[in-house]
């Protein structure tokens, strides 16, 4: 196996130029992802799943049965297919497009499917696994609950490689996002970034919002002690910082406004939440929450809002694919359903940041929602 790249080699010293101008990398993380669009199309082929729905009209939990398919799956697999325009809904049943009748089914004289399933090979199958829950016995989670078995974030040179991955998009939309946070939470003198693993974005809070006395990065162990190493490397002023160590399915410490980027989309409906429920006890009645996310799209009028609901879509099957099952995007609408059940309602309008990722806020309800 190749050697990795050490932290230092991964993360150099940067200018203060490069460091205060965001570049957008949207475009690129676009063409990595529309790879997902074909391989849902092959495992659609391989399927027979035109032909096996047919001319129904059929709910998606009964899609889900007819395939065998999880829950988490379905629901995302089924997003991306009606960005690709093999499947589209009303009121909340599916059925199959005149167009995927036409080019994709068996036994039509219109029918592209012979030439469009020439090459498969072993990752349909194990796409396919995926969706039904067939994960390989050998498969280890890249992140797990608590005692919950090794993950792929246990193993220190591939986390090492996760992590500072991941810390270098944080970095990109760091001022973005604060901006974003500091439009209501200007007064706030608290604030925590909930599976942080890196320190960028409190830092860029922490220089947005002159008020604030404290950041608190919460991660797990394994997911903090690089955010530990990149301070370190660029000898960052940790003076406002407070590092937490601990599993946010727990408890989550107390303050004025939570940030999680990210993250949802790393966990199933129920888990993320869970994660809410915890902030919804220790949030003050006038505090602010932050979701950051990759957003599904549920609709589009124009041929560039459709490239991005399939950029979108695409990413949700990655998640779904790195995850072992459990992450995906979730629409504006799934996040005002489980914040609304936590007891939080949505303020002002989503905000864009960079790299594909929008800002939504919320506070607290009036009344506390069980």
């Known amino acids: 196996m190749a050697k990795l790249p050490s932290a230092s080699e991964i993360i150099p010293k940067l200018d203060e130029t490069s460091m205060n101008e965001p570049t957008d990398a949207g475009r690129f993380y676009a063409l990595l992802r529309f790879e997902e669009a074909s391989l849902a199309l092959r495992a659609v082929l391989k399927m ?77 199958d194990e796409l396919i696994e995926v969706l039904q829950g067939k994960n390989a016995a050998d498969a280890i989670p890249l992140y797990g609950g608590e005692n919950a ?14 992590a500072l991955g991941l810390s270098s998009r944080a970095r990109n939309f760091a001022d973005p996002l604060a901006t974003a946070i500091s439009s209501e939470g200007s007064k706030a003198t608290t604030l925590a970034d909930i599976g942080a693993g890196s320190p960028y974005v409190a830092q860029a809070c922490l220089a947005a919002m002159p008020r604030l006395e404290k950041a608190i990065l919460l991660d797990r162990p394994n997911g903090m002690r690089f955010a530990h190493e990149i301070v370190q490397k660029e000898n960052t002023d940790t003076r406002r910082l407070v590092f937490q160590e601990a599993d946010f399915f727990n408890a989550v410490p107390t303050a004025d406004i939570y940030v999680l980027s990210n993250t949802a989309h790393d966990w199933q409906p129920q888990e993320y939440a869970l994660i809410m429920n915890h902030i919804r006890r220790a949030i003050p009645a006038d505090g602010l929450v932050c979701i950051h996310e990759p957003l599904l799209l549920t609709n589009w009028d124009t041929d560039t809002a459709w490239l991005r609901a399939l950029w979108m879509a695409c990413y949700a099957l990655t998640l779904l694919r790195l995850t072992l099952g459990q992450g995906t995007c979730y629409s504006i609408e799934e996040h005002h359903e489980i914040l609304g059940k936590s007891g939080f309602h949505p303020i002002g309008v989503p905000i864009p940041t960079c790299d594909g990722c929008t800002a939504l806020l919320y506070r607290p309800m009036t009344v506390e929602i069980n």
């Open 48 to 124: 027979n799943l035109v032909d096996r729905i047919a001319d129904q009209h059929i709910s998606r939990y009964a899609i889900g049965e007819m395939f065998g398919f999880t829950k988490q799956a379905t629901r995302t697999f089924l997003a991306l297919l009606e960005v690709m325009e093999i499947l589209e809904s009303t009121a909340g049943r599916y059925c199959v497009t005149d167009r995927a009748k036409m080019c994709l089914a068996d036994g039509r004289a219109t029918s592209r499917k012979p030439y469009l399933a020439m090459g498969m090979d072993s990752q349909v």
């Open 149 to 162: 078995g090794a993950t792929v974030m246990d193993e220190p040179e591939v986390a090492r490689e996760i």
